[in-house]
């Protein structure tokens, strides 16, 4: 059974692209994908993930088969 996280989140490319103001708080975790990472190509949107992968609190998965059903269902 995996560890349940406390303020972790799944983030998509509207995170960013539509607040002009996120930040990544240090007390939390991010999880992404790499197709959602491709998506984010302007300048500010690029810095911002390149920071939270530096402060370590965004981090790249690839979805099991598993939780991608969940998710369709």
């Avoid at 983030?11 to 994908?33: E, G, Q, R, V, W």
Wanted: charge should be negative; charged fraction near 35%.
């Amino acid at each position: 059974m995996q560890k349940k996280e406390k303020n972790a989140f799944v983030m998509d490319s509207a995170m960013i692209l539509n607040d002009f103001n996120f930040f990544f708080p240090k007390d939390k975790k991010y999880y992404t994908t790499s197709e959602i990472v491709e998506e984010i190509r302007d300048f500010r949107s690029r810095q911002i993930l390149q920071q939270g992968f530096n402060e370590g609190v965004l981090e790249i998965k690839i979805p099991s088969e598993q939780a991608l059903e969940r998710v369709i269902e």
